[in-house]
């Protein structure tokens, strides 16, 4: 069974990077992958989001175009989420699941688009 395990996560300043990882327990190269968040009092949503392997297929939030790219190193088994320009609003635990489909579509934290469970993800905190 697939399992994702998301990893990169600590304080920054407003402006600042961060690289976050989410490592497969198995060949990840098959699946789309999406990255998801969370902010205090707020509901999960759709961060950014690849495609599997053959289709090169990303799609991102409108918060966060332009400042944050998603990669896939399939020999490491792994996904990446770059996020450059940081900002407050981007504070929340970050979670990474594998998609129901092949190609990355939707960026809906809904079980209807998610294949894997949640893990217990990364913390991100900017500050102003």
């Known amino acids: 069974q697939l399992q994702l395990v998301e990893s990169g996560g600590g304080l920054v300043q407003s402006g600042g990077s961060l690289r976050l990882s989410c490592a497969a327990s198995t060949t990840l190269d098959y699946y789309a992958i999406g990255w998801f968040r969370q902010a205090p009092g707020k509901g999960r949503e759709g961060v950014s989001c690849?495609?599997?392997?053959?289709?090169?297929?990303?799609k991102h939030a409108d918060s966060v175009k332009g400042r944050f790219t998603i990669s896939r190193d399939n020999a490491k088994n792994t996904v990446y989420l770059q996020m450059n320009s940081l900002k407050p609003e981007d504070t929340a635990i970050y979670y990474c699941a594998a998609l129901l489909l092949r190609r990355c579509s939707s960026l809906s934290p809904s079980s209807e688009n998610i294949l894997t469970s949640w893990g217990q993800g990364t913390q991100v905190t900017v500050s102003s």
């Open positions: 690849i495609s599997g392997s053959g289709d090169s297929t990303t």
